[in-house]
């Protein structure tokens, strides 16, 4: 596997994972946005899926940089490869791809129901500073955002 900055033409390869493996999928317009306007990595896989496809994006992070703070916007992860260290990858990327001084602040957002990515955060340091109440909708009704922060 191989973590790079996302390509423009990775676009198709994001948008299929958007839609297979986004429970909220954002869509074509969405993506094309943020591959020209934050910093994008993925994780792809170093053999192909098809004899026409010469990789597979498995894993796609977006985030934003306003002045000193850069915000994750959405991480992305095949369902067929959870739980095996691919968010964390992704997540180190996002953290070290600044120049010291470059961003003092990480900010993100999560759902309060998405157990195993607070964990994740929480174990590269992110701290808890304050919740949305009924953020998301969910199938039961609402549910709070997370909101995390963590300063360099």
Known sequence: MIVRPALESDFPSI??????SNPHPWGESLIADALQS????VIESAEPVLDTEPSHILAWLTASQTFDQSELELILVDVAVRRQGLAKKLMVAWLESFSKGDVSEYLLEVRESNLGAIGLYESLGFELVGRR??????????EAACLFTLAV
């Open 15 to 20: 948008v299929r994972l958007d839609a297979l």
């Open 38 to 41: 934050r910093k994008n990595w």
């Open 133 to 142: 109440k009924n953020y998301y909708k969910t199938e039961q009704g609402h």
